[in-house]
């Protein structure tokens, strides 16, 4: 769900929980990428961060 609103935010424009999911989307982004569920670039675009940025954000939580 947090892909589909990232990749196409026309169809979250009546969500309830797009703001839930905005509120969390590093921590989401992180917690998908460590489980195996969605790649590195699909993490970052989630998290709303450059590739380069969420590998530091893993890096600064010791998950790298």
Not at 17 to 28: A, M, P, V
Request: glycine share 4%; net charge positive.
């Amino acid at each position: 769900l947090a892909l589909m609103y990232s990749k196409f935010p026309e169809f979250a424009q009546y969500s309830e929980k797009l703001e839930e999911i905005k509120k969390k989307r590093k921590d989401l982004a992180i917690s998908l990428y460590c489980k195996g569920k969605v790649s590195l670039e699909a993490a970052s675009e989630i998290a709303g961060t450059s590739v380069k940025e969420f590998i530091e954000i893993l890096r600064e939580r010791k998950l790298t």
